[in-house]
């Protein structure tokens, strides 16, 4: 039976993202008071009550302690020592735009006219700004709202107002709390009753100033009977210095309505050393409001130096479903605690967990999982399926779920495995005539087949893209 | 869970400074120096509260310390009281407000089969191990250290290299004085090749409040095999705290069940350190928590070896205003390879009210291993009650087997049948 050599190591390509873009750019001198925000606020135009609502968020957030509760480890963060505000100063510019343009291209983003035959909407937010927005015109035909959340703030008071921290309350927790307060773009999405999105809606986020948080704020809400299929990226230079990325995302699924929320976040994730990477602190909340509604995650993390991330759904209205498919890899000193909650409240409500984690180098990869059922939720059920495999003899493998279950008629299921990368597999797949190395990657992508097949098709390509493996030998 | 020793110097009621000069005042040599270790170590320990990850759904506070005492002069009685269960065991300590009585039915102490003594009378040759507390895997526990402070009533068995004891050691502990608070401890030594059963049995009336704070420390050596049987059947008006340890050495095995069927309020820990190469574990527990009963039961599959094996398997159920808190954790240490854990928790949720909540856990620090778990929740499987009740079974009647089905794979591991029946009889009663 073949043993992987022990001298040889399994290594990822090269972070492909990690060039800056030379766009002058302003930022706001580092530091967080009620000052800044009010300059965030004033930079971003917005009404009186959106102020007000970011300092209630930034005065509860000052009376709030920092969780420690996560498996990670990382120096204390000195919120005085980000800047919260970066932006590239001529935007309009033509030599900005043309550079801007560049780094998209660059990354892979289809902003010209090339994103309509892809059959995507593209929103692209380079530091704290939304730089374009593609297809608008197009999609405000069906009614549709695509368009960054500063611009919903104008264009849309009424709608942001009654959705805004509905399902992530300002002081939910203390990222959550901090990103109420000082958000500076993201996208904002509104279908309209009864009309099924033509295309997948995209936002691609991209860090490229140094020392500056990215807050990125997202509203997505599906009226009755809608439906969307929306998809994030995320890349950042690579940098010796962390950088922080607090994000809130909120779903809202009206009665029938179904929400697909697909992510490839990869940002950089520090050095061999563990030197600089992003820290990817988000809260993802998804409500199933109405019956019938459907929310479904698939995530796909394969960057950040720290990942700590539960997008979770609440199933409030009957019949409603909460999905969750993700796939984590860490290597290098990567640290990731992330997974999902299910909070059943309605009947007949259904969930599905699928979570995949792969650790490798010296990479901490840790599932924390909750699935709720309350007494009201009759014949509600879940499927949790979390399984590791741990690459190398130095990582780490964690499994935290919690199952609380207070309805008779309710079933949950839960199952995890951890193991090596199977040595019966790979020994199969060389005896085929497959070198080694293709043979990892094969077993590495089957292991991760029942998340990546959820992808949209684009996406699946590069998440396999991502895992490719290589084997290392050392020579001597 | 943390593992910072905080300087606390907090007492449970009852239990400081004070009581402690007074306690060892009366205590021979050997032991008030045990007592001691035990003391200096209980009072660094941070006293478990709401915040605690472990604690979050059981509230240490319910722990009734105030108002209760600990039960004194638990010395030997002249005349021990009998049972049916007695003639299935070698040995037999029994353990009441009056006393304790050891009664030797096969002569296994003559024959130098076995050891058993008080604990404060410990061969000076076990002390070491024992002030070590080697098994105890997590030694800034509170209660498991009030213990070996406070003690009242504990025993040391040691069975010697390559004996076997054909019917095991029973030890009986019925108590009916209200307000008063117990605090068991055993320590059990089965030497290389040996093999031994111990059973341990708590009875109390169901009106009597009674606190119980056990500790027990296994120790599994080379090749030996250790059966341990505790049937908790303490009266609902009573409360269980109880931390139990073992450790398994090489070749060892240990097979560990845990029936929760008492106490209004009770809080366990399980932990297991299989310790060296092909040590063996097999943990299994049955719980069922009915009218308002509160059970939490946490567990630790330690593999702190490399080619070491756990299996474990708790089944419950819950009824009435009944809640469960099962939590497990299976921790591999970094290179522990060729390590095959598995746990599985099934829960049974007999009606809406009752609470069952499951949190399976893995800390894995190696690489080429196999660990996996599984927990389940829901009602009886509505297929097998149709098939049942299509048999001519009445639906009561059909429910009731179908429950004691579900927890015959744990009950049959008894393997007795006068336990077993009871066992089944107290289920019976729950399921009403």
Known sequence: MPQLETDSKLIREEYRYGFSSDIPEESFPKGLNEEVIRAISAKKKEPEWMTDWRLKAFRRWQKMTEPTWPDVTYPPIDYQDISYFSAPTQQESPETQEELMKTFERLGVPLHERGRLAGVAVDAVFDSVSVITTQKEALAEKGIIFCSITEAIQEHPELVKKYLGTVVPPADNYFAALNSAVFTDGSFCYIP????CPVELSTYFRINAIDTGQFERTLIVCEDDAYVSYIEGCTAPSRDRSQLHAAVVELIALEGAEIKYSTVQNWYAGDEEGRGGIYNFVTKRGH?????????????EVGSSITWKYPSVILEGDHSIGEFYSVAFTDKKMQADTGTKMIHVGKHTRSTIVSKGISAGRSRNSYRGLVQINESADHARN???C????I??????????????ANETAITEHEATTSKISEEQLFYITSRGIDEESAVSLVVNGFCKDVFKELPMEFSVEAIKLLEL?????VG | MTATIEQTDVWFPGFGESEFSNLIAGCGEQDAAARKVAFDRYRLCPVPTLRDEEWRRTDPDRIPFAGMKRLEGLDRAADPDRNDLDQAFDLVISISDRGYAITDRTGILAEGKAQVCPLSQMPADALGTYLHGEAVLEANRKYTQLNGAFWNVGFFIRIPANQVLAHGILIRYEHTTPG?????????????????KVVEWYQSPDDVKLLCVGARELYVREAARLTVQAVQEWGVASTHVGEDWARVEKDGQIDWVTLTLGSGFSKMMVGCDVAEANANAYLSGLFFANEHQHIDQRTLQKHSAPHT??????KGAVKDSGHSVYQGVIAAAPGAIGVDAYQMNNNLILNTGARADSLPGLMIDADDLKCSHGATMGNIDPHQLFYLQSRGFSEVEARRMLVLAFFEEIIAKLNDSFLEDRIRADVNRKIG
């Open chain 2, 180 to 196: 008063s608070i117990l605090l068991p401890r055993l320590v059990v030594v089965a030497e290389a090749g040996s093999v031994a």
């Open chain 1, 470 to 474: 290589k084997l290392e030998h050392s």
């Open chain 1, 383 to 385: 499927h949790t399926q």
């Open chain 1, 387 to 390: 399984d590791s495999m741990l």
């Open chain 1, 392 to 405: 190398g003899a130095t990582c780490t493998a964690n499994t935290y779920p919690v199952v609380e279950c």
């Open chain 1, 193 to 196: 009753k009864g009309v099924r």
């Open chain 1, 288 to 300: 199933c409001r109405g019956a019938r509604s459907k929310i479904s995650w698939t995530q796909v």
């Open chain 2, 309 to 314: 094996y756990s299996n474990l398997l708790y």
